[in-house]
C-alpha cells in the first residue's frame, strides 16, 4: 500500500470546508501543477539512489587500444 503524505488529512479537512472548496476551486491549476512537480521531485529522487553492487570479484573490463574503428 502506498504511503500517504502528512498533509493529505490537512488536504481533505480544507476541501470539505466551503471555504477550502472555493480557494481549491480557484487555484486549482496551480495545485495540479504542484502535484505533479512534487511528484517528478520524488521520483528523481528515489531513481537516483544509486543500486547495491554485489560484494565479490569486479567484472573485468575491456582495454582500450588507443585505436578507433573505421
Do not use: D, F
Request: aromatic fraction near 4%; avoid cysteine.
Amino acid at each position: 500500500m502506498a504511503r500517504l503524505h502528512k498533509l493529505v488529512p490537512i488536504l481533505g479537512g480544507l476541501l470539505l470546508s466551503k471555504g477550502g472548496r472555493r480557494l481549491a476551486g480557484r487555484h486549482a491549476g496551480k495545485l495540479a501543477l504542484a502535484t505533479l512537480a512534487y511528484e517528478v521531485w520524488r521520483n528523481h529522487r528515489e531513481g537516483s539512489k544509486a543500486p547495491v553492487r554485489p560484494v565479490g570479484r569486479p567484472t573485468a573490463r575491456t582495454r582500450w587500444s588507443g585505436r578507433t574503428a573505421r
